[in-house]
């Protein structure tokens, strides 16, 4: 199947590659964009098509027809990343060719998202919601002159609306989701505290005037958790199952946009707010006896509380009528905290609750700013930059992955300061060069420097070839470098004098396009190298009595080969991609007196998608479907069943392959005034994946012994819109 997947691509690859000599001829003086303009990595907002990087899009339009009402939601649907939710946590990480989250960049408006270990990095996307969203643009591929520190595997840059046509704009949403096949429109005091998922959502939107724009909007997002085998938060047997599969959690998010632009300037100020209550129910009962020989069972719960504030102001302006600088400024707190208390459950009261913990707390300073537009020509052009960013990192004794000695606290500063250049070089052969460098400065290590080359070659008028080559690199992250758990049963610890992390990618991509008739076809193909040295692993340093120390010891590889297509004719868009890509790791079999470096092969996964979309204009009508298919994925992990004394001993664990299939109907009413969307999300009924990676421990995604709780299963979603404009 994987073989046939792979011609079927191909052949289509080189038959559109014919195809496009003879629409040149045919149709010499068109020249088809069918994706948006973008800002990722540029001088200045342009098309796709001239951009010296490979940006992906996620359009609005994409975003609608999904329901996506955050980030995860939408970007499982993208070749080569793939977000992991938790089912314990609440909490999704984001890996991307190969990486995981630590290496992946997030920004909102070109600004890193602050998170528990700094700017940008180990973002849980769920946080993220969608409503004032234009646009989600990828890069994949280090970007450390661009982005700086940490953005080893790429960017991902969540670009917000900051405009509207009209004089006033009203939206208004509610949406009500099955989580699985559970589902309660109002909770049902005897048995539960209610199921499903309920979303409800207020945009409002005014332009002042031709130069001023503000808008606010109020988001909430209710997640009733997942029973599954569980019996919900009251039950009271002494059988293991009160509780949730996936945890009850609720998110509301607010922002306020304020704008004003005239022909040479232009400003902004953004505030957004986060504010997430997650619930545990411990399955574990406790039998009570009062002097009159009553009987009753209480629980030990927790409720955490994650609030996140964000305040961006943007400055863009033309300085002596002739030079363009933009500017970023940021402040931005992120802090979560939990409170424990005792519940009498069959009584149904709490009986007592401890104080408020707050247990982990970032604070960050951001500015950015560049300077552009020098000469004024389209032949060369040439930007200088800075970046500053001061974070502050808090952790108590309560924070799972901290036990201090003492029982005391850390709190700790970490400043980087960097500043970079490159120049643009445009030819009239139809070559663009890109060369750049960048210098880091850190309070706590050495400087680190970057490097990169774009460069773009114009084949024909629908036809170009690009390659980029860069360089990275991440700093160690509160966790490894301040971990210290020892007790009876653990001995984990961070190290102080780790070294940052280096990287580099290289990529080539083709891509062509074309327009005969009404038939518009568009397509990439594309292949990406990446390595990391001194990549940090929590090595075990003694597997008799499980001593892990955090140690700059592993070297990552990974490689890759994509192809994408897209085909539009009339109100027809159809999108078909795959990818084979491969990641090899350096394993040490490390103990006392053995240091023997393993090399790892290259094990390859393949993954496809495709999507369609087809609007009737008459009827206000968009029917789509969203596919993915992810091969199965293979790594070696520590058997702790085999090790001992004188050697770690590794073993090649497996997950297997699955498919995510959605769809959904998007009708307009009333000039589209009002919108419903209904629709399925995970039609093809996935739950949990065979994962052998646990056969020999507990799993941190709630699955049962040898599987991972990745999905609850198939969902259906109806989504009302009002959107008022005068």
Same mark, same amino acid.
């Given at each position: 199947?994987?073989?046939?997947?792979?011609?079927?691509?191909?052949?289509?690859?080189?038959?559109?590659?014919?195809?496009?000599?003879?629409?040149?001829?045919?149709?010499?003086?068109?020249? &088809?964009?069918?994706?948006?303009?973008?800002?990722?990595?540029?001088?200045?907002?342009?098309? &796709?098509?001239?951009?010296?990087?490979?940006?992906?899009?996620?359009?609005?339009?994409?975003?609608?027809?999904?329901?996506?009402?955050?980030?995860?939601?939408?970007?499982?649907?993208?070749?080569?990343?793939?977000?992991?939710?938790?089912?314990?946590?609440?909490?999704?990480?984001?890996?991307?060719?190969?990486?995981?989250?630590?290496?992946?960049?997030?920004?909102?408006?070109?600004?890193?998202?602050?998170?528990?270990?700094?700017?940008?990095?180990?973002?849980?996307?769920?946080?993220?919601?969608?409503?004032?969203?234009?646009?989600?643009?990828?890069?994949?591929?280090?970007?450390?002159?661009?982005?700086?520190?940490?953005?080893?595997?790429?960017?991902?840059?969540?670009?917000?609306?900051?405009?509207?046509?009209?004089?006033?704009?009203?939206?208004?949403?509610?949406?009500?989701?099955?989580?699985?096949?559970?589902?309660?429109?109002?909770?049902?005091?005897?048995?539960?505290?209610?199921?499903?998922?309920?979303?409800?959502?207020?945009?409002?939107?005014?332009?002042?005037?031709?130069?001023?724009?503000?808008?606010?909007?109020?988001?909430?997002?209710?997640?009733?958790?997942?029973?599954?085998?569980?019996?919900?938060?009251?039950?009271?047997?002494?059988?293991?199952?009160?509780?949730?599969?996936?945890?009850?959690?609720?998110?509301?998010?607010?922002?306020?946009?304020?704008?004003?632009?005239?022909?040479?300037?232009?400003?902004?100020?953004?505030?957004?707010?986060?504010?997430?209550?997650?619930?545990?129910?411990?399955?574990?009962?406790? !039998?009570?006896?009062?002097?009159?020989?009553?009987?009753?069972?209480?629980?030990?719960?927790?409720?955490?509380?994650?609030?996140?504030?964000?305040?961006?102001?943007?400055?863009?302006?033309?300085?002596?009528?002739?030079?363009?600088?933009?500017?970023?400024?940021?402040?931005?707190?992120?802090?979560?905290?939990?409170?424990?208390?005792?519940?009498?459950? !069959?009584? #149904?009261?709490?009986?007592?609750?401890?104080?408020?913990?707050?247990?982990?707390?970032?604070?960050?300073?951001?500015?950015?700013?560049?300077?552009?537009?020098?000469?004024?020509?389209?032949?060369?052009?040439?930007? &200088?930059?800075?970046?500053?960013?001061?974070?502050?990192?808090?952790?108590?004794?309560?924070?799972?992955?901290?036990?201090?000695?003492?029982?005391?606290?850390?709190?700790?500063?970490?400043?980087?300061?960097?500043?970079?250049?490159?120049?643009?070089?445009?030819?009239?052969?139809?070559?663009?060069?890109?060369?750049?460098?960048?210098?880091?400065?850190?309070?706590?290590?050495?400087?680190?420097?970057?490097?990169?080359?774009?460069?773009?070659?114009?084949?024909? #008028?629908?036809?170009?070839? #690009?390659?980029?080559?860069?360089?990275?690199?991440?700093?160690?992250?509160?966790?490894?470098?301040?971990?210290?758990?020892?007790?009876?049963?653990?001995?984990?610890?961070?190290?102080?004098?780790?070294?940052?992390?280096?990287?580099?990618?290289?990529?080539?991509?083709?891509?062509?396009?074309?327009?005969?008739?009404?038939?518009?076809?568009?397509?990439?193909?594309?292949?990406?190298?990446?390595?990391?040295?001194?990549?940090?692993?929590?090595?075990?340093?003694?597997?008799?009595?499980?001593?892990?120390?955090?140690?700059?010891?592993?070297?990552?590889?990974?490689?890759?080969?994509?192809?994408?297509?897209?085909?539009?004719?009339?109100?027809?868009?159809?999108?078909?991609?795959?990818?084979?890509?491969?990641?090899?790791?350096?394993?040490?079999?490390?103990?006392?007196?053995?240091?023997?470096?393993?090399?790892?092969?290259?094990?390859?996964?393949?993954?496809?998608?495709?999507?369609?979309?087809?609007?009737?204009?008459?009827?206000?009508?968009?029917?789509?479907?969203?596919?993915?298919?992810?091969?199965?994925?293979?790594?070696?992990?520590?058997?702790?069943?085999?090790?001992?004394?004188?050697?770690?001993?590794?073993?090649?664990?497996?997950?297997?392959?699955?498919?995510?299939?959605?769809?959904?109907?998007?009708?307009?009413?009333?000039?589209?005034?009002?919108?419903?969307?209904?629709?399925?999300?995970?039609?093809?009924?996935?739950?949990?994946?065979?994962?052998?990676?646990?056969?020999?421990?507990?799993?941190?995604?709630?699955?049962?012994?040898?599987?991972?709780?990745?999905?609850?299963?198939?969902?259906?979603?109806?989504?009302?819109?009002?959107?008022?404009?005068?």
């Amino acid at each position: 199947m994987k073989k046939f997947g792979w011609c079927l691509i191909f052949i289509i690859s080189f038959t559109q590659f014919g195809l496009a000599q003879e629409a040149e001829v045919i149709d010499t003086t068109q020249v &088809v964009d069918l994706t948006d303009v973008v800002i990722t990595g540029q001088y200045s907002a342009q098309s &796709v098509n001239k951009s010296l990087y490979h940006v992906e899009v996620i359009s609005a339009e994409d975003i609608k027809n999904q329901a996506g009402n955050t980030v995860a939601d939408v970007l499982n649907q993208n070749l080569n990343i793939q977000i992991t939710p938790s089912a314990d946590s609440g909490d999704s990480t984001v890996e991307m060719i190969g990486l995981d989250g630590a290496y992946v960049k997030v920004l909102v408006d070109n600004i890193p998202l602050v998170g528990d270990s700094g700017m940008g990095n180990n973002i849980d996307l769920t946080k993220i919601n969608l409503d004032n969203v234009e646009r989600i643009e990828i890069v994949k591929g280090a970007m450390g002159v661009d982005y700086g520190d940490n953005a080893l595997a790429g960017v991902i840059n969540i670009v917000t609306k900051k405009n509207i046509k009209t004089d006033w704009k009203i939206s208004m949403m509610v949406q009500e989701e099955t989580v699985g096949n559970e589902y309660d429109w109002y909770e049902n005091s005897g048995v539960s505290k209610g199921k499903g998922r309920h979303i409800q959502a207020l945009e409002v939107g005014k332009k002042i005037n031709d130069n001023w724009y503000a808008s606010v909007g109020l988001n909430r997002n209710d997640f009733q958790g997942f029973w599954g085998e569980k019996k919900g938060r009251k039950h009271f047997e002494q059988d293991g199952l009160r509780g949730y599969e996936w945890l009850p959690k609720e998110q509301w998010n607010a922002n306020a946009i304020l704008r004003y632009h005239s022909k040479n300037f232009s400003i902004f100020y953004k505030a957004s707010y986060l504010f997430e209550e997650i619930h545990y129910y411990n399955p574990l009962l406790n !039998p009570q006896l009062f002097p009159g020989g009553e009987r009753t069972l209480y629980a030990s719960d927790v409720d955490y509380y994650t609030s996140r504030w964000s305040h961006h102001l943007n400055i863009d302006a033309k300085l002596f009528d002739k030079i363009r600088y933009n500017g970023d400024f940021s402040y931005q707190t992120q802090e979560r905290k939990f409170e424990s208390y005792v519940y009498d459950v !069959p009584a #149904r009261n709490e009986i007592s609750r401890d104080d408020e913990n707050v247990y982990l707390s970032t604070k960050t300073y951001y500015s950015r700013g560049t300077f552009s537009n020098f000469l004024n020509r389209k032949l060369f052009d040439f930007q &200088v930059g800075y970046e500053l960013d001061h974070a502050n990192g808090f952790a108590n004794n309560a924070a799972t992955e901290f036990g201090f000695e003492n029982q005391g606290n850390i709190d700790r500063e970490l400043g980087t300061y960097a500043g970079f250049a490159s120049a643009e070089i445009n030819t009239h052969a139809g070559l663009s060069l890109r060369p750049g460098f960048r210098a880091s400065f850190n309070n706590r290590f050495n400087p680190q420097y970057s490097f990169s080359l774009n460069s773009k070659f114009d084949l024909n #008028r629908n036809s170009n070839l #690009r390659a980029v080559i860069g360089t990275a690199n991440r700093y160690p992250n509160f966790t490894e470098l301040y971990t210290h758990v020892v007790d009876s049963n653990h001995d984990i610890r961070g190290d102080e004098n780790l070294n940052p992390e280096n990287g580099y990618s290289s990529s080539i991509q083709w891509n062509s396009r074309f327009k005969l008739g009404q038939i518009k076809w568009e397509a990439n193909i594309s292949t990406i190298y990446m390595n990391v040295d001194d990549r940090i692993e929590l090595v075990n340093l003694n597997p008799t009595n499980a001593t892990f120390k955090y140690l700059n010891i592993d070297e990552f590889q990974s490689w890759g080969l994509s192809t994408d297509h897209q085909f539009k004719w009339k109100q027809l868009n159809f999108r078909i991609g795959a990818s084979l890509f491969g990641v090899s790791k350096s394993l040490y079999s490390y103990s006392y007196e053995v240091d023997d470096r393993i090399e790892d092969e290259f094990r390859y996964t393949f993954q496809s998608n495709m999507s369609i979309n087809y609007t009737i204009p008459k009827w206000a009508t968009t029917v789509s479907m969203y596919y993915k298919q992810t091969g199965k994925t293979t790594e070696y992990v520590l058997d702790t069943e085999n090790s001992n004394t004188d050697q770690t001993v590794f073993r090649l664990a497996e997950r297997e392959g699955f498919s995510m299939l959605d769809a959904s109907i998007r009708k307009g009413f009333y000039k589209n005034r009002f919108e419903v969307t209904v629709g399925a999300r995970n039609i093809l009924d996935v739950t949990n994946l065979r994962n052998t990676a646990f056969s020999n421990t507990s799993d941190g995604h709630g699955g049962s012994d040898g599987t991972m709780n990745l999905f609850y299963g198939r969902s259906y979603f109806l989504k009302l819109n009002y959107k008022l404009e005068f």
